[in-house]
């Protein structure tokens, strides 16, 4: 069975910190997605990683894949409230309609 | 740009009563589409995913069913709720050629 876990579960940070999200699994994915999830709203893409070793930046938001497409992560820079909420990973394997969802991180960003 | 809807936002129905939630999507076609359903605060759990008209894969036995009788509408039923049906379901889709899903804005359903 396909698992994806998220580390840490729960972050809360103060206004302009770093942080980093991990997403590790021991399957390869063709694949990873990243989403953040308001409540009571639909999970919102904000990255899908393809190639390993990939690294994608979405303004203070950095993406990474890792080399042997089991694991990525997310890293912040100087968080801002905004940016709070529920990141998820998900991972895909090409033509098998099946996505593992990680179990989510809840970050909160103190002003 | 694709569009999911999702009806209704939000349902409180009692244990036993019928249910029917539906997604309809707008600005592509032949999309697969997909039922999760999320635990508060959580990951998400497949339903179903269908890749066409009447093609229905079903990912976890239990109290639920979905049908998919037009391209861009998917629907997802039950006969007697039980009160572990309670949750969060997002509607999401996919257009086949890229491993990315988007996702509808869901359906908080509340089993008393």
């Known amino acids: 069975t396909q698992l994806l876990e998220q580390s840490p579960q729960f972050l809360s940070i103060q206004e302009g910190e770093n942080l980093t999200v991990y997403c590790n699994s021991s399957?390869?994915?063709?694949?990873l997605q990243w989403y953040r999830q308001e409540p009571g709203e639909g999970p919102v893409l904000l990255v899908t990683?393809?190639?390993?070793?990939e690294v994608k930046k979405l303004k203070r938001l950095t993406f990474q894949f890792g080399d042997a497409r089991k694991d990525s992560s997310l890293h912040i820079t100087a968080a801002q409230p905004g940016d709070t909420g529920l990141y998820l990973c998900?991972?895909?394997?090409?033509?098998?309609?099946?996505?593992?969802f990680g179990t989510g991180t809840r970050l909160k960003v103190l002003a | 740009s694709q569009t999911i809807h999702q009806w209704p936002a939000t349902l409180v129905q009692p244990v036993g009563s019928p249910l029917s939630l539906e997604c309809t999507v707008e600005?592509?076609?032949?999309?697969?589409l997909y039922w999760y359903r999320q635990a508060a605060g959580r990951g998400l759990q497949l339903l179903f995913y269908?890749?066409?008209?009447?093609?229905i894969s079903s990912e976890v036995p239990q109290n639920l069913s979905a049908s998919r009788p037009q391209d861009r509408q998917f629907i997802l039923s039950s006969k007697k709720l039980l009160l572990s049906d309670s949750g969060f379901y997002l509607c999401?889709?996919?257009?086949?050629?890229?491993?990315?899903?988007?996702f509808g804005p869901g359906t908080r359903l509340t089993v008393l």
């Open positions: 998900a991972g895909a394997n090409g033509g098998t309609y099946k996505y593992i």
């Open positions: 399957s390869v994915f063709s694949s």
């Open positions: 990683v393809v190639t390993g070793g």
């Open positions: 600005g592509t076609s032949n999309p697969n």
């Open positions: 269908s890749v066409g008209i009447g093609q």
């Open positions: 999401a889709l996919d257009r086949g050629e890229t491993d990315t899903q988007y």
